[in-house]
């Protein structure tokens, strides 16, 4: 059973997330699982250090947007939002080309925060990094 708040679509996700950061550097939201969402991001010129690997910051834009979409899917957003507190990230392994594919699922969903953990795997689904999220819910008027 899902645990989203309606019924999502990757065309609607990803349609809100086109002209802004997510859409600009390629990222992608590709799969809506009944307790996760996956998403992709290319390793390109957009995405890459001067050292010709993903960039740190990249992968925490993966992270960060899967987390907030799924928690803000969790709720009713006609009463509630939900919004960034903490993000950590660990960079375990390089990449250099390809594509890089972020799963996040949720560690708690409670009425005023959430906890998400993203895991991002390489193409070959090595782990590269994993992160986590915590997010606040946040009345709408307060």
């Known amino acids: 059973m899902a645990i989203w708040h309606g019924n999502p679509t990757l065309e609607d996700l990803n349609q809100g997330t086109a002209d802004c950061m997510p859409g ?46 799924g928690a803000n899917l969790v709720v009713d957003t006609e009463k509630f939002y939900c919004v960034g507190q903490e993000i950590n990230a660990n960079h375990l392994r390089p990449v250099g080309e390809g594509k890089v594919t972020g799963t996040a699922r949720p560690v ?22 994993i992160s986590r999220i915590t997010m606040a819910v946040v009345a709408h008027g307060r």
């Not at 708690?108 to 990094?129: A, F, M």
């Open 24 to 69: 600009y550097i390629g990222l992608e939201i590709t799969e809506i699982g009944d307790d996760y969402l996956v998403g992709t991001l290319p390793v390109d010129h957009r995405t890459r250090q001067p050292f010709g690997i993903l960039h740190g910051g990249a992968s925490v834009v993966l992270a960060e947007t899967l987390g907030s979409v």
């Open 108 to 129: 708690h969903v409670g009425r005023s925060s959430q906890v998400w953990e993203i895991r991002i795997t390489d193409s070959h689904g090595k782990l590269n990094c």
